[in-house]
């Protein structure tokens, strides 16, 4: 298996007994989640569709979708937070909710085409080919239909942000969470999706507030954002 690094998943093992912890390392996915699960619902309408969310983790967004009714499948390959998320469904009784060890390269050989809808949040940035992992989200969905990418720009801002900010001064993250130089700008993503076949509709970014503690949307895409895109219809 060549797109993944050991060592990425490494550390999302190491913490993933506090993944559903809100006051953990995590906080911040917990806090971004109803923000992202609303951005997604308003455009792809989630209920009744069936999702694969690459790069799940604990579940966090994976569970919320099903949670909408949506019929949802999430894939990671770090062992203990797929385990920590098959707990969490049992424990939440929710309905319609699977999770897979596997690639979405593999699951896209395996099945591709086989969703309405591809979310991939918050991983592009931890593998060592991107583009690989957008092509795969593009072959696993149907034509006409969404994927969703979220992941942090590249530039000195998100470096004094996502990195100084986060890691060493507020402390919302472990130092080490991320590495620079795999940060990704929107261009870059863009023509990603587009050499996978994949037209941007709409990009989102999202925002810390480091005094209320509050994430918000809002137009600037400078540090955090999304991406949603489309395949073109057969
Ligand atoms: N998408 C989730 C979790 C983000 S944390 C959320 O936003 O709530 C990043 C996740 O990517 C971790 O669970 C990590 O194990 C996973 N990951 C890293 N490299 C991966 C790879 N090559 N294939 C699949 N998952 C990977």
Same mark, same amino acid.
């Given at each position: 298996?060549?797109?993944?690094?050991?060592?990425?998943?490494?550390?999302?093992?190491?913490?993933?007994?506090?993944?559903?912890?809100?006051?953990?390392?995590?906080?911040?996915?917990?806090?971004?989640?109803?923000?992202?699960?609303?951005?997604?619902?308003?455009?792809?309408?989630?209920?009744?569709?069936?999702?694969?969310?690459?790069?799940?983790?604990?579940?966090?967004? @994976?569970?919320?979708? +099903?949670?909408? =009714? &949506?019929?949802?499948?999430?894939?990671? *390959?770090?062992?203990?937070?797929?385990?920590? %998320?098959?707990?969490?469904?049992?424990?939440?009784?929710?309905?319609?909710?699977?999770?897979?060890?596997?690639?979405?390269?593999?699951?896209?050989?395996?099945?591709?085409?086989?969703?309405?809808?591809?979310?991939?949040?918050?991983?592009?940035?931890?593998?060592?080919?991107?583009?690989?992992?957008?092509?795969?989200?593009?072959?696993?969905?149907?034509?006409?239909?969404?994927?969703?990418?979220?992941?942090?720009?590249?530039?000195?801002? @998100?470096?004094?942000? +996502?990195?100084? =900010? &986060?890691?060493?001064?507020?402390?919302? *993250?472990?130092?080490?969470?991320?590495?620079? %130089?795999?940060?990704?700008?929107?261009?870059?993503?863009?023509?990603?999706?587009?050499?996978?076949?994949?037209?941007?509709?709409?990009?989102?970014?999202?925002?810390?507030?480091?005094?209320?503690?509050?994430?918000?949307?809002?137009?600037?895409?400078?540090?955090?954002?999304?991406?949603?895109?489309?395949?073109?219809?057969?």
């Amino acid at each position: 298996m060549s797109n993944v690094d050991a060592q990425e998943l490494a550390k999302f093992s190491a913490l993933a007994h506090r993944w559903w912890d809100k006051e953990s390392e995590f906080r911040p996915l917990h806090e971004i989640n109803p923000l992202r699960l609303d951005w997604i619902d308003s455009l792809a309408a989630v209920r009744g569709k069936r999702i694969v969310d690459v790069g799940c983790g604990g579940g966090i967004l @994976a569970e919320a979708l +099903a949670q909408r =009714g &949506a019929v949802v499948t999430g894939i990671d *390959l770090a062992t203990k937070p797929l385990g920590v %998320a098959r707990l969490h469904a049992l424990e939440s009784g929710v309905a319609d909710l699977d999770y897979r060890e596997i690639s979405a390269e593999a699951l896209a050989a395996e099945q591709p085409g086989a969703f309405d809808i591809v979310t991939c949040m918050e991983m592009l940035e931890h593998v060592p080919d991107p583009a690989s992992t957008v092509r795969a989200c593009a072959a696993l969905v149907k034509p006409g239909g969404w994927v969703f990418f979220s992941t942090i720009n590249r530039n000195p801002k @998100a470096f004094l942000f +996502a990195i100084v =900010g &986060a890691e060493y001064v507020l402390q919302l *993250l472990p130092r080490g969470t991320h590495e620079y %130089a795999r940060f990704i700008r929107p261009s870059e993503l863009a023509r990603h999706g587009r050499d996978a076949g994949l037209d941007l509709v709409a990009t989102q970014g999202m925002t810390y507030n480091p005094l209320t503690r509050r994430y918000r949307l809002e137009p600037d895409t400078s540090v955090n954002y999304l991406f949603a895109c489309r395949k073109a219809a057969a």
